[in-house]
């Protein structure tokens, strides 16, 4: 689902046979085109707002950043 707002544009994506996640909407603005937010609805009507910001697009990321060590295994 598609709605223009003030600030850009909002899609909403419902997943009706998914037991955790009933609802997620994200916000998009025009100038520049970029997503600004997320939120995510529960089946209980809980919602989680997950903010964007200072974005990179594009960015190289190093491989050294995806390692996690396990301090249990030492």
Do not use: C, Q, W
């Amino acid at each position: 689902d598609f709605n223009s707002i003030e600030e850009g544009t909002t899609i909403t994506v419902t997943k009706p046979h998914k037991k955790d996640v009933k609802e997620m909407r994200l916000y998009f603005i025009h100038d520049p085109f970029e997503i600004k937010r997320i939120d995510v609805l529960d089946y209980n009507n809980n919602k989680i707002e997950i903010n964007l910001f200072d974005l990179v697009i594009n960015e190289e990321i190093p491989d050294s950043e995806f390692i996690i060590a396990d301090k249990r295994l030492n």
